[in-house]
């Protein structure tokens, strides 16, 4: 059965629930509000001189922020990608596409997830659902997933608890690191794991590590609650009432983020998951993170307002970095990854 209108169909659900309800968590939260700069008063520093670059995986970054993941295979997916390119080339940022199953699928869907002629320059991310290894994908499919974007770098997305509450759940998780593992090993681009919204232990961290995974995104709890959303998707009470109960699990972004560190503290980690602000940015590199990702701010600032607001906010973001380097007394990005200067509340 070809599931490319049911995927089509799902993406649409997931932008429009997104854009009309709270689906955040709403007792959890990123838990990097548990923490503090000791401030500065004598920086030593020109605000003027602050260097916001980072580079990863060969490619610099004007700031170390990554539009996250998020959609791709349909129309309204496809505007949507456009405006998220277009604000990633003028400001020198780094982005994700969503699932690329769609198009796997159905090849008709391919433009909606190609940007890469108008980001020329960006560090560009695939996606695909490592449960996927469990489902007839492969090599093949993930290097045409690479190939139809010209991708700096595969994203297999992992999303158990998502996939338990989807009416079209795929739920077989039995056995996939070895799959990915085979992946990491003959993929000639690099591997990113990346969670959805409930983070990643230190021990799932160590063991994609172990399989050939080149970074991770922990994206933990404490932003999109995605049972949250499949709640509003359910098509009978019995899988909302299943998916609500869900609603405050996982792992929260700044706890995650600090149990990969310390498990792999040579990985590349990317900080997502209810990243609120500059600040939040510059606390998630000093607990060990290489830099930050937002997803659901991005896709309300593009409905409302389009590219102009997407660049907006990204400049917002690199203001309030950029301040919270200098009066933390940090002259660059590299300075900024140093725990002496963030507290424990």
Not at 224 to 233: C, G, I, K, L
Request: glycine residues 8%; aromatic residues 6%.
């Amino acid at each position: 059965m070809n599931q490319a209108p049911v995927t089509k169909i799902r993406k649409d659900d997931h932008i429009r629930i997104n854009l009309e309800e709270d689906v955040t968590f709403q007792r959890r939260t990123s838990g990097f509000e548990r923490y503090t700069f000791t401030h500065n008063a004598l920086p030593e520093l020109n605000l003027a001189e602050i260097d916001s670059r980072q580079c990863c995986f060969g490619k610099e970054l004007q700031l170390p922020l990554l539009i996250s993941s998020m959609t791709g295979g349909t129309a309204v997916a496809q505007k949507f990608n456009h405006i998220f390119a277009q604000a990633a080339q003028a400001t020198g940022i780094a982005m994700g596409v969503g699932s690329q199953r769609a198009a796997i699928e159905d090849d008709t869907l391919t433009p909606t997830f190609q940007i890469r002629a108008i980001a020329p320059d960006i560090l560009l991310f695939a996606n695909l659902g490592a449960v996927q290894l469990n489902y007839g994908y492969g090599l093949d499919e993930c290097q045409r997933a690479v190939d139809m974007i010209e991708a700096d770098a595969l994203i297999l997305h992992f999303n158990p608890l998502q996939e338990a509450v989807q009416p079209e759940g795929d739920t077989n998780f039995s056995g996939l690191l070895a799959k990915v593992e085979a992946i990491c090993r003959a993929l000639p681009v690099p591997v990113i794991a990346k969670e959805v919204g409930w983070g990643f232990s230190g021990k799932s961290a160590r063991q994609l590590a172990d399989a050939g995974v080149a970074a991770i995104d922990v994206a933990g709890a404490g932003g999109t609650s995605w049972s949250q959303v499949e709640m509003y998707r359910a098509p009978t009470a019995r899988l909302a009432r299943a998916a609500a109960t869900f609603a405050e699990w996982g792992i929260e972004t700044a706890v995650s983020l600090q149990q990969c560190h310390r498990a792999v503290p040579d990985m590349p980690l990317i900080a997502s998951g209810g990243i609120q602000n500059g600040i939040d940015i510059a606390k998630a590199i000093a607990l060990g993170a290489k830099m930050g990702g937002l997803a659901g701010d991005f896709l309300r600032a593009a409905d409302n307002g389009g590219i102009e607001a997407v660049i907006e906010r990204i400049e917002t973001l690199g203001d309030e970095l950029r301040i919270a380097m200098f009066v933390a007394g940090a002259k660059n990005v590299e300075a900024l990854a140093d725990t002496a200067k963030l507290v424990s509340r």
